[in-house]
């Protein structure tokens, strides 16, 4: 495994909980238990490339294939629920932190999600979409099972808006005749760069007319 | 193109954006964001279609091989965003026009939806519950997202049902001997009156017991 | 047919009936009209094996293949809403015989969910995740279609946990060389044993850290 690759691996297992983790602090907020908790913070981390790979017939799915990931998720919620108060997840440095994650996870499921939209033969908008989908499905679907209206939909600091501008960077990037990965690199890039400076600056969408 | 054929793109349009357009104001009431608008706008035109091809394996999806669908409901989005208040939407004759549109996209997703899933060896009662589900759930998860009960299954004016008579009535057209064309367009046409009759009658279900 | 798929045969159509027959209930406690509680209690009852089958690519979907089926819970549903009120299904005996049919398709259900991903040669741990997705989904979009957070998810008394602790006796008796079917009739009984005990005594998961 050559430099990138190991670091891409490891922006993608770090990103994978802290989406999980993403998950069971919500889950808890509702009180669920394991389970609960468990299957909430399965479906935010993998539901996105899974509503992508669905629509894309994009088989066996990732985290069929790799079950080290729902494992790891299992362990990582037993051992969440027995050392950690609701209090641990908000003092400052911990949201700090598991926003950057989850920025970089955000750049990287998208720009993951927008490489096999492209295999799959879906044309560039499309493209672009999934890999929308890919970053931002999963949260869209924690807030549904506990019955909020998704995130990601509401008026906040910019969080789709940072897929979709790096999915879009990442098409221009393969069509100025980049490398795959050197696109995903730059796509992601983007992505979690404007994700966080969105999150430290409070940057929104304008408003529309009411 | 033949007239009928012309037609039926006509109406499919127009259709895609009314079922759009009851997305993006049920997403506005709701305070959502362009992104917000956007998904809930695609997945009220498009979720229906989509859950009757991920059922029946009826690969790639409409709006994956159509780009130009995505791509003009995001020029929707970004128009009606700049253009219109939540007032434009509740004037008399808006409500009329959009309900008239809707009512023919009922009609003719159901029957298209029906068509697919006979295409697919589907039995004939599925393939009626296939049309009646092309027909509504975009509708359903456009309500699941914005954390409603779906309005399709409330007790108000016949919409679901309308989908099955015209499902019904297109599935027996089909047994006597017509072409498919003509169950198509018969079948819309009857989802579409009973529909607009229901509208302007204030027509429902009768009350079970309670 | 032998005496054991007669009674796995028997036990599935009754189960399915329980299945349906809670988001019946559901839906009428929400004052749905009968598409509205016909679409919920189909979603309950193929919810979480579509779910399944959708991850695992196995078509056709189960209600696809037998049609009878949704024929069935249509007959079911109209029936349900003729004869009973909200008070029918509140009477002691009733409750109880649901909540014991319910708990052999919780069992059931599960087997044959992890039979079917062993098969589409997914790993244990997914296999046994495959079995509790299939006994519980469709109760988890039937609450999402109820606009309420998923039953399963809260601490009540044990529900998801009797199905992951049935699936993975189920791959441990297969790992131990029983055949398909002893295996499969141990699993469901061990599921439904646990789930009658918790009902009946009130279990629940110990409750985590708040």
Redesign the interface.
Known sequence: MNPIDSALKLIEILATIAFALTGIIE??K????????Y??SMVTAFGGG?VRD????H???F??RN?EY??GLLALCVCS??????RTWNTVWMVRLLGVLDAFGLGLFCATGVQYALQAH??M??SV?MGVITATFGG?IRD???????N????TEL???CA?VGAASQVACLNIGMSDITALVVATGIAAFIRILAMFYDI??PK???
């Not at 549904?144 to 998704?150: Q, R, S, T």
Request: charged share 10%; proline share 9%; with cysteine.
């Open positions: 889950a808890r509702k009180k669920m238990d394991l389970i609960g908790v299957m909430v899974t669905m629509c894309i017939q088989y066996p799915l985290w069929i079950d729902p494992i629920m027995l050392v950690a108060t609701q879906c044309g908008f499309v979409l869209v549904v099972l506990c019955n909020e209206i998704p990601v939909f509401k008026p969080y789709a808006t979709f929104t969408l529309p007319l009411s």
